[in-house]
């Protein structure tokens, strides 16, 4: 149990709630791990194995960064708004 609640702490990115719509927040507990690992083997189901095989911190670190990555993307594409 300790070291679900370390990898926890150590990738909030993966595992802190971001407050996302209900749909989604759905999906995601129905799916759990298995949308991340298709994600990371590109929707090919020949390379899920390969995506098993990869070290946990490695897996995390790639995840993570990824999250990361999409929420900064996200933000790029709102509008420029002024507050007045």
Partial sequence: MQF?????????????????????TDYFVKWGWY????MIANNDILKIDKVLATKVHEFH????????????????RKPNVRQL
């Fill in 35 to 38: 949308v991340s690992i298709e």
């Fill in 61 to 76: 670190t790639f995840l993570a960064h990824k999250l990361d990555r999409q929420k900064m993307e996200a933000q790029l």
């Fill in 4 to 24: 679900i609640e370390k990898l926890k702490e150590s990738y909030p990115e993966i595992y802190e709630s971001s407050g996302g719509e209900k749909q989604a």
